[in-house]
């Protein structure tokens, strides 16, 4: 943390391939300011639009966004209607650029638990954006970390159930690709704003060798040059997958997961 390096530019490829970030702190950043709460969540949607275009721009291929979780159901119901509509007004309004800069949106959670109208306007959208080549934007929308683990054991138990998996194939990648999205690699780097130290019930499968950055900045105040204070820390560490290391940390982007 605390890189002062944020004017040079990231070399292309030191540049993290999955960028997760907990995007956190925007009650804190509206209460600082006297402002009610959902102010803070409304210029946090800008901050997202200045991440993802950041993003886009400097080569990342996947940017993962912690949006809603599974114990966020526990605020007062007007927070979370306003967070729901607040979803949906970015999407109409982010479309074109979406499209303009190729994004393929998707999205990971328990989905079919969202409010219709939620859902309805996130599917259209991934299926309007699934014609795009570019970088994809997943966002983590009522989920849960131990959810999609234990959905993922699920579903494996209901195959094994029909007999088409026996306990010997149950590998690391069988489960990995029942996760909710089978295509996505590891996180590369995890991006936590807002200050607290912990992980909040997010990827915990994918996250166990990404490198963490932990800033006490709040969401709303997150923005292009924060962004690149933390791409050139990661661009500096050393990644060493439980080995003795010595390799750049281009040696791993071959590969689609950590140690796989
Ligand atoms: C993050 O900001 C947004 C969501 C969790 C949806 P918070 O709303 O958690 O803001 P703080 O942590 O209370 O400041
Ligand atoms: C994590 O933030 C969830 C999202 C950013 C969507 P929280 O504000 O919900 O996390 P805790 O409650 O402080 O751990
Ligand atoms: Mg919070």
Redesign the pocket.
Known sequence: MGSDSDSKATPQERVPRHVAV??????????RKGLP?HR??AE?AESVRAVVRECARLGVQELTL????TE?WR?PKT?VHF?MELLRTFLAAEMPEIMENRIRLRAIGRLAELPARVRRDLERAIATSSVNGGMILRLALNYGGRQEILDAAKRIAEAAVRGEIAPQDVTEEALRGCLYDGQMRDPDLLIRT?G?MRISNFLLWEVSYAELWFTPI??PDFREAELRTAFNDYAGRERRFGGLGGEPLSAHGGRRNAGA
């Open positions: 907990i995007m956190d702190g925007n009650g804190r950043w509206a209460r709460r803070g969540h946090g912690y949006a809603f979780s966020n605020r927070e967070l807002g607290e709040c969401w």
